[in-house]
């Protein structure tokens, strides 16, 4: 694979369900980004990994949210107790890393519905 | 906080005519600037960047954008568009001392009349 793939691509809960949605980066890259593409907010950053350092979870909206990111590569988005206000398609992107000029390379999205 | 504004949210030219999508970023220091292009289903693509140098920077599919400080603006241009350029194009700000994490406008979807 030489792009970044998210799984599932759909995915439909039910209020009150926790899910977990799935980026596989490009392989080498140690940046790894999520953001939410929602009807009326546009685009927003929700949490970046880079290599070993602290995540930033400054774009994290509520509690409920979560991330995590093993060896490295995979990483995993977590909703707990979703609401209906969290229906977005969400994005994974990853860099290179060491270099603002680098660009980040999204992957194809997760559509989350909520009902 | 940095931030970016597209006014329009909706444009539609006819096919060979030329295009000019407009960008508003709101940041302290010398930003970094982006265009990216979804079309329907699909991820986001990288049109273009701007980091420092020559304001007139050119991207891929024959699209182009000036950056003018003096405006605090990043406008996509193409002058001659293509049915296959329908599509929603974003502007994003960037800064290196927020991790590189884009602050994206809120997008523009581009209709082109056969």
């Known amino acids: 694979g030489a792009g970044v793939s998210q799984s599932p691509s759909n995915k439909v809960t039910e209020k009150g369900k926790d899910v977990e949605l799935r980026c596989d980066p490009i392989s080498g890259h140690t940046a790894l980004y999520w953001y939410r593409q929602s009807l009326g907010q546009g685009l927003e950053f929700l949490i970046y990994?880079?290599?070993?350092?602290?995540?930033?979870k400054s774009g994290l909206p509520s509690d409920r949210f979560s991330a995590e990111r093993t060896g490295g590569s995979v990483s995993t988005l977590t909703i707990q107790r979703t609401q209906q206000e969290d229906s977005a398609v969400y994005l994974c992107?990853?860099?290179?890393?060491?270099?603002?000029?680098?660009?980040?390379?999204f992957g194809p999205g997760t559509r989350l519905t909520v009902l | 906080a940095q931030s970016v504004t597209q006014p329009d949210i909706h444009i539609t030219v006819s096919e060979g005519a030329s295009l000019e999508l407009r960008c508003n970023y709101s940041y302290g220091a010398t930003p970094y600037l982006f265009w990216y292009v979804q079309s329907p289903g699909q991820g986001l693509q990288l049109l273009l960047k701007y980091f420092s140098g020559d304001t007139l920077v050119q991207g891929i599919k024959g699209f182009e954008a000036e950056f003018k400080r003096s405006q605090s603006s990043f406008n996509l241009r193409k002058p001659s568009v293509h049915w296959s350029d329908a599509a929603e194009y974003f502007c994003?700000?960037?800064?290196?001392?927020?991790?590189?994490?884009?602050?994206f406008g809120t997008g523009t979807r581009l209709a082109v009349r056969p």
């Open positions: 994003a700000v960037g800064a290196k001392s927020s991790g590189d994490k884009l602050t």
């Open positions: 992107a990853s860099k290179i890393g060491g270099g603002s000029y680098n660009e980040q390379f």
């Open positions: 990994f880079q290599g070993n350092s602290a995540p930033d």
